[in-house]
């Protein structure tokens, strides 16, 4: 929609370091055109200025005052012609954006779990019994658990639960209802005397 006298942001040019705002974005390309020389140099020291003043960063070092002069640079897309104090010319490494990171898509067979809970699965199939197993298929069940209670807007069911844990360890791990507890909803395991539940009320 193009109301007439009204400016949308989704509209104008983007900004090119947000955090400085469209205001020093625009005084820097003013300086750009300013065909004076001397006065452009003045014009751009005083716009480092309002930048130092605007910046969170509370050290006065001579890295901070490169880093300003830097991000001018880039506001200008190293058009502002003047004597930099610094040499800005490595500045254009930090315009470039980091290349994505491919997000790993394996196959697995539902995807409310995730691919790390199928490496669990994996190590539970391989684990003999005892009291390291029976620790981590305590974990494996409750977060599973909270899994399907994320993803099935905070229900889950228990059997659920365990014929999942049977159906993806191959049936090596067979959870007992009668006997297994799982935790209450927003609960964690800590270690002892760290439990503030534990703590006595006065």
């Known amino acids: 929609m193009d109301i007439k006298g009204l400016d949308y942001n989704t509209q104008r040019e983007r900004l090119i370091l ?3 705002g469209r205001e020093v974005q625009e005084m820097v390309q003013y300086a750009v055109n300013i ?27 001579g890295d901070r005052r ?34 994505p990171v491919p997000y790993p898509m394996k196959d697995i067979p539902v995807r409310h779990y995730g691919n790390m809970m199928f490496e669990v699965f994996d190590r539970l199939k391989e684990m003999a019994p005892g009291k390291q197993r ?11 658990k909270r899994d399907l209670m994320q993803w099935s807007h905070g229900s889950a069911d228990d059997e659920k639960v365990a014929d999942d844990l049977a ?10 209802l009668d006997k297994f507890r799982f935790e ?12 503030r539940n534990n703590r006595r009320k006065r």
Do not use: C
Not at 43 to 54: D, L, P, Y
Not at 66 to 79: I, P, T
């Open 18 to 20: 947000p955090e400085y």
């Open 35 to 61: 065909p004076d020389r001397r006065r452009r140099q003045r014009f751009a020291e005083m716009i480092v200025g309002v930048m130092s003043r605007m910046s969170t960063a509370t050290q006065e070092g």
């Open 66 to 99: 490169r880093k300003l002069w830097d991000h001018l640079a880039l506001l200008s897309d190293f058009q502002l012609d003047i004597d930099y104090p610094f040499d800005t010319s490595g500045a254009a490494r930090m315009a470039v954006r980091p290349q």
């Open 134 to 144: 029976d620790h981590l298929v305590r974990m494996t069940a409750n977060q599973m």
């Open 167 to 176: 159906r993806f360890t191959d049936g090596k791990i067979q959870l007992d």
């Open 184 to 195: 209450r909803p927003g609960h964690r395991e800590t270690p002892a005397g760290n439990n």
